[in-house]
């Protein structure tokens, strides 16, 4: 479980947000789609993409392998789509990770990590 120090540590850790943000615009630069479809393309990428880790992982049930790579680099598919998506949105890759990470601890201070619903 993550504490209070550990957000405090990855916000020290500057270069974090550097190199999330030089991800994000790198990323983009390799964007090929057309403006007029910014943020639909890029989520529904997202979620074709989400579906193949879960097709990977499911191979683990049908076949009893689990190939790590082929996971992670289906991992790193979504990791575009989302920084595509930032871009698209105009928000930093950054800012949702650090927003996300003290929401969580919020909620882990709160006894709310279980449970449902996107305002806990
Ligand atoms: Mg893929």
Same mark, same amino acid.
């Given at each position: 479980m993550i504490s209070q120090d550990d957000i405090d540590a990855f916000k020290r850790f500057n270069d974090t947000d550097y190199l999330m943000n030089e991800y994000q %615009? +790198? /990323? $983009?630069s390799t964007a090929i789609y057309k403006q007029e479809h910014a943020v639909i393309y890029?989520? #529904? !990428? #997202?979620? $074709? &993409? $989400? !579906? &193949?880790? $879960?097709? *990977?992982? *499911? *191979?683990? +049930?049908r076949d !009893?392998?689990?190939d790590r790579k082929?996971? /992670?680099?289906e991992i790193g598919d979504c #990791?575009?789509?989302? /920084?595509? #998506?930032c871009r698209d949105l105009n928000v930093d890759l %950054?800012?949702?990770?650090?927003?996300n990470l003290e929401k969580l601890y919020s909620r882990k201070q709160r006894g709310k990590l279980s449970g449902s619903g996107d305002n806990r």
């Open positions: %615009s +790198m /990323a $983009a890029p989520a #529904l !990428g #997202l979620a $074709a &993409e $989400a !579906g &193949e880790v $879960a097709n *990977k992982v *499911k *191979k683990i +049930m !009893g392998t689990f082929a996971i /992670a680099d #990791l575009w789509y989302i /920084a595509a #998506l %950054s800012m949702i990770a650090n927003e």
